[in-house]
Every structure is written in C-alpha cells, then in structure tokens.
C-alpha cells in the first residue's frame, strides 16, 4: 500500500509541475465582460516586431515589451495591477501568456473601448 502511495504522490507532483502556468492563469485572470484574445509570449518572441494592435502588446526593436495605446491599458501582472510604464521592465523571455480584454467604456465616447492587458510570466 505504500508504494501505491508513494506512486500516486509522484503522479500528483508531476501533474502539478506539468499544470502550473495554466492554474497560475486560471487563478489570476481577470474576467471582464467584452471581447477576449489571447496569444502566447513564445509568439511574440517568434515575431519580433510584427505590430497587431490587437494583440495588446508586442516586442520592439529594443528587446522590450511595449503596450499599444498606453494611455487607456489597464495593465496587470501575474493578477496584480501595475502601472503601463513598467511593462517594458519585464524580461519578454520569461513571457508565458498574454490575455486582452476589450470593453465598452462610453464615459471616453461614443464607441470608445478601454482595454485591460494581462501578462502572466513563467514562474
């Protein structure tokens, strides 16, 4: 009975190393009524460069991270809220998992939007 124990404590640790990000994400994600995309950091770093508004973010010709729009980005890190000025700080190595929300925000206009980046960094 032992080894079965120890066996399945194997597979449960293995199963959480293997499951981190995606619970880290999971957990931390903020949900928001709006429209949803989501692109993966290794993405980015394949296309340095490549400019899709509708990313959110992308790699500049620094290296770095850079927001589109910083002006109306909410941006969050691992879950917490950090100010659109510290995104180029971050090591877009590490970059696991970028999620943006578009939602309505009528009070900047008619059709306006307001935008909320979520990066989530490999731990």
């Known amino acids: 009975m032992a080894q079965v124990v120890k066996e399945d ?4 640790a293995g199963l959480v190393t ?9 957990k931390n994600q903020k949900f928001m009524a709006g429209s949803k ?3 993966k950091g290794q993405w980015l770093r394949d296309n340095p ?7 959110g973010v992308f790699i ?13 980005v ?11 000025d510290q995104v180029a700080m971050f090591d877009p190595k590490q970059l696991h998992t970028v999620i943006i929300n578009d939602v309505r ?3 900047a206009g008619p059709g306006r939007k307001k935008r909320y980046v979520q990066l989530f960094f490999s731990q």
């Open 18 to 26: 293997e499951s981190r990000m995606a619970y880290l994400i999971q």
């Open 74 to 84: 909410s941006l969050f890190i691992d879950g917490q809220a950090v100010s659109a």
């Open 37 to 39: 995309s989501t692109v």
């Open 49 to 55: 460069g490549r400019r899709n508004e509708g990313l």
């Open 9 to 12: 404590e194997a597979s449960v």
């Open 60 to 72: 500049n010709a620094n290296g770095q991270l850079q927001l589109y729009h910083p002006e109306n």
């Open 105 to 107: 925000d009528e009070s």
